[in-house]
């Protein structure tokens, strides 16, 4: 049935222009950051490509600290997500007694409640705690805050999944610590990827936590470098553009080495 | 390669489908089995359930309370005036305008993202030679931070960027203008640029469900004489409700939170004709100096998006169970 007909031909030219259409914004970035003497709009390539926009905004938008500083929270934060929220799953999905179900629905409750409304105090006690400008404050925050989500992907897997590996083991002695590190959650590996992917891309793009939370202290993450250069840079497009290649460069790559599993996973992960 | 190679992962595990399909069998029979799942120790449990309490819980509930006060954010008093702040948000103008607005970009983005999205799944799941590049590409703005994207969309939108450039080189000249400065266009632009990273959110999510349809059940169609139009509505549709219900609540949630695409491109302007709630609650927040009235919106946003999902996610299982 999926043979390639004259129609599937005139879908592809047609699938192709709209692509270009698509990709025509990102064309406009690349051309405009690699352009360092012009000022205006200017469509055409650029005839003397340059990289002076690059390093510009690599020096003076302090961009190589703010980068390590994401990779630690990126790192650190999805880690413990996934080890927290994957061990929490484990009995809710296991044990069905009533506690077991309306604690599930507790941490589903959390899916609702939107950030803004713990930031100040969540920010008062923070600061008691000598937590603000810290990444470590920052990496608690994702940790709590995306609990519900992965708890919730977690669940829903384990719930598919048969109980006879787990069994088979804990009749072979197994301690639950055990059974769950060594049977389990190797079994979860699907939708560990998805857990992974998701979070990393949340954690790595969020802009309103760390705004509040790191204003002023002089640790920066890539997306509050980017929004405090471009308040500086008004109107400097050629530098504000490269400053946003650089930033989105790191993501793009794990996107595109891992694009074939983020995109089953991610529509896995969503359906489960 | 084969469609049906490409539809299954050869990295092992289940597929999505599977996956969906046995949960909600398992979730049925579960009852069946209680008493075999009592060796998962409850108490790994406690982590997950310290942090999001001390993180989520106990600063949303506090943050909740301010609701039903006149606290300015910063000084150590405040007074308890009860649910003025409520009655307050439906008599202010600017947060009746905004509520407006939050509709428009949930509706807006919902119907446009999933129809473009669809159309996308749709073609990529042919036998075109470029899917599999079509397909990264489609998905790759929605791994980028909506800060860049709007920063590069302010740009192309502004009245000397590179829109109104294109239009101008083409002879279109009487179509160039502000378009993020006119009070009609700020919005429908706002939902155009969420629409762009987005689209291929919803594609990838379709196409999961695309890849689910048995093939077979589309050669006998065929042998049965349905035309392309017939074959969609009659098999394809139906079949693609679960990821429907996905996409449809996943974008109305984003169009009523949308937030950080309205503040960089137009902090809620010409005048307020892009304030969302999201953007009011915040600056009520920290350029008011209005903590608790700021709270009541956010409380009143939190009511939209309960409310909202509940409706659609009944209607939506229902049309699936038909």
Same mark, same amino acid.
């Given at each position: 049935m999926k043979r390639y007909t004259l129609k599937t031909g005139a879908l592809e030219v047609v699938m192709i222009v709209v692509a270009l259409l698509f990709a025509a914004p990102v064309y406009v970035l690349i051309n405009t950051a690699l352009?360092?003497?012009?000022v205006t709009a200017s469509?055409?390539?650029?005839a003397n490509p340059s990289f002076d926009n690059f390093a510009t905004a690599w020096v003076s938008g302090g961009l190589g600290p703010a980068m390590v500083n994401n990779v630690v929270i990126t790192v650190v934060s999805v880690f413990l997500i996934v080890v927290i929220s994957a061990s929490a799953a484990y009995p809710l999905a296991r044990i069905t007694r009533t506690w077991s179900k309306l604690t599930f629905a507790f941490f589903l409750?959390?899916?609702?409640?939107?950030g803004l409304l713990a930031l100040i105090p969540l920010y008062t006690t923070f600061r008691d705690l000598h937590?603000?400008?810290?990444?470590w404050g920052l990496v608690i925050i994702y940790v709590g805050a995306q609990m519900p989500f992965s708890i919730f992907l977690y669940v829903q897997f384990l719930r598919s999944l048969p109980l006879d590996f787990e069994e088979a083991a804990t009749l072979d002695g197994g301690s639950p610590f055990r059974v769950f590190w060594q049977v389990v959650f190797p079994l979860m590996r699907p939708i560990t990827g998805t857990v992974v992917i998701l979070n990393t891309i949340h954690v790595w793009n969020d802009f309103f936590t760390p705004l509040l939370y790191?204003?002023?202290?002089?640790t920066n993450t890539i997306p509050i470098a980017i929004y405090s250069f471009t308040g500086q840079y008004v109107n400097q497009w050629g530098t504000i553009f490269a400053a946003l290649i650089i930033g989105v460069t790191p993501l793009l790559i794990f996107y595109f080495l891992l694009q074939r599993s983020i995109i089953k996973g991610f529509a896995g992960g969503l359906k489960g | 390669m084969t469609q049906r190679e490409l539809a299954?992962?050869?990295?092992?595990?289940?597929e999505p489908s599977a996956i969906t399909r046995s949960a909600i069998a398992e979730s049925r029979t579960r009852?069946?089995?209680?008493? *075999?799942?009592?060796?998962?120790?409850?108490?790994?449990?406690l982590p997950a359930l310290a942090v999001f309490t001390l993180i989520v819980v106990i600063p949303s509930w506090r943050g909740a309370f301010y609701a039903l006060t006149n606290w300015?954010?910063?000084?150590?008093q405040f007074d308890f005036v009860g649910f003025e702040n409520f009655v307050r948000v439906f008599k202010d103008s600017a947060a009746g305008a905004s509520i407006l607005n939050t509709m428009l970009y949930a509706v807006g983005v919902m119907v446009v993202q999933n129809f473009i999205g669809l159309l996308l799944a749709l073609g990529v799941n042919s036998?075109?030679?470029s899917r599999n590049w079509l397909r990264v590409l489609f998905f790759?703005?929605?791994?980028? *931070?909506p800060l860049v994207v709007a920063n590069l969309w302010q740009y192309i939108l502004a009245p000397e960027g590179a829109l109104n450039t294109a239009l101008r080189a083409v002879?279109?000249?009487?179509? $160039?203008?502000?378009w993020l400065g006119n009070a009609q266009l700020a919005l429908p632009a706002i939902i155009s640029v969420v629409v762009w990273q987005f689209a291929g959110y919803s594609m990838v999510i379709f196409l999961a469900g695309l890849q689910s349809i048995p093939e077979d059940v589309y050669e006998a169609a065929s042998l049965d004489g349905a035309g392309s139009f017939k074959t969609f509505w009659n098999i394809t549709r139906p079949l693609l409700a679960p990821s429907m219900t996905i996409n449809l609540m996943l974008s109305l949630i984003g169009g009523l939170k949308l937030f950080d695409q309205v503040l960089i491109m137009t902090q809620g302007g010409?005048?307020? $004709? *892009?304030?969302?709630l999201s953007t009011i609650a915040y600056k009520d927040a920290f350029?008011?100096?209005q903590f608790g009235y700021s709270t009541a919106l956010t409380l009143v946003l939190t009511a939209f998006v309960a409310v909202a999902s509940l409706i659609q996610f009944t209607l939506l299982r229902r049309g699936e169970n038909k």
């Open positions: 352009n360092s003497g012009g469509l055409t390539p650029v409750g959390g899916l609702l409640i939107p937590l603000i400008g810290s990444i790191l204003s002023g202290s002089g | 299954s992962p050869r990295a092992g595990g289940p009852s069946r089995r209680s008493g *075999t799942g009592a060796r998962a120790p409850w108490w790994f449990l300015d954010g910063l000084s150590p036998a075109i030679r790759a703005p929605a791994v980028v *931070t002879g279109l000249d009487f179509l $160039a203008q502000d010409p005048g307020s $004709a *892009t304030e969302s350029q008011f100096q």
